[in-house]
T-cell receptor
Framework: QQQVKQSPQSLIVQKGGISIINCAYE??????FPWYQQFPGKGPALLIA?????SEKKEGRFTISFNKSAKQFSLHIMDSQPGDSATYFC??????????????FGQGTTLQVKP | GAVVSQHPSRVICKSGTSVKIECRSLDFQATTMFWYRQFPKQSLMLMATSNEGSKATYEQGVEKDKFLINHASLTLSTLTVTSAHPEDSSFYIC????????????FGEGSWLTVV
């Protein structure tokens, strides 16, 4: 019930295309869903995050779509660029007293954007 | 924005020795810090949760006597890998959470540990 399932494992997109990564969760207590971008040898960097009271959040080329009833959320990268090539992780957490900030990560998606 | 710093970024140690990794929140007070371990091409696995002034809470399967965590202040947590073995070689990453950071979780840059 604590798992977050992420797909696909890897993704190849042409420059200018749309990259879509999907995640699903089971625990309905989760109330914060961030996406992280990680380059090789670096720590994850927060990209964008959403809370379950909204269905979509957009920041620049990055959009999170959230479907509470289906317990799914996805990351869309519009106009994908070679510099977006990285590993992307979805995550989830909830603000219970002993769990605040405790992230459960998806398996990761390696994105390659071809020029 | 908030910054979390880890030190050292890379460390090589001999088998049987201990190595300490520091995690600092530079511009906010972190009520809670988390330690993760990441193997190549894999996801981040939570090792333990560290609360300032109290004992760390370890995830199932993580040896608390091997991975010593200390959270002595609201800006510093340390992970000490004791009696290191080659299989402990990994990328260790900390994250910090604090209300001042807007309830956002920030990650450090990670520390590469190689045990030879």
């Amino acid at each position: 019930q604590q798992q977050v399932k992420q797909s696909p494992q890897s993704l190849i997109v042409q420059k200018g295309g749309i990259s879509i990564i999907n995640c699903a969760y089971e625990n309905t207590a989760f109330d914060y869903f961030p996406w992280y971008q990680q380059f090789p040898g670096k720590g994850p960097a927060l990209l964008i995050a959403i809370r379950p009271d909204v269905s979509e959040k957009k920041e620049g080329r990055f959009t999170i779509s959230f479907n509470k009833s289906a317990k799914q959320f996805s990351l869309h990268i519009m106009d994908s660029q070679p510099g977006d090539s990285a590993t992307y992780f979805c995550a989830a957490t909830y603000h219970g007293s002993s769990n605040t900030g405790k992230l459960i990560f998806g398996q990761g998606t390696t994105l390659q954007v071809k020029p | 924005g908030a910054v979390v710093s880890q030190h050292p970024s890379r460390v090589i140690c001999k088998s049987g020795t201990s190595v300490k990794i520091e995690c600092r929140s530079l511009d906010f007070q972190a009520t809670t810090m988390f330690w993760y371990r990441q193997f190549p091409k894999q996801s981040l696995m939570l090792m333990a949760t560290s609360n300032e002034g109290s004992k760390a809470t370890y995830e199932q399967g993580v040896e608390k006597d091997k991975f010593l965590i200390n959270h002595a202040s609201l800006t510093l947590s340390t992970l000490t890998v004791t009696s290191a073995h080659p299989e402990d070689s990994s990328f260790y990453i900390c994250s910090a959470y604090g209300t001042v950071s807007g309830n956002t979780i920030y990650f450090g840059e990670g520390s590469w540990l190689t045990v030879v």
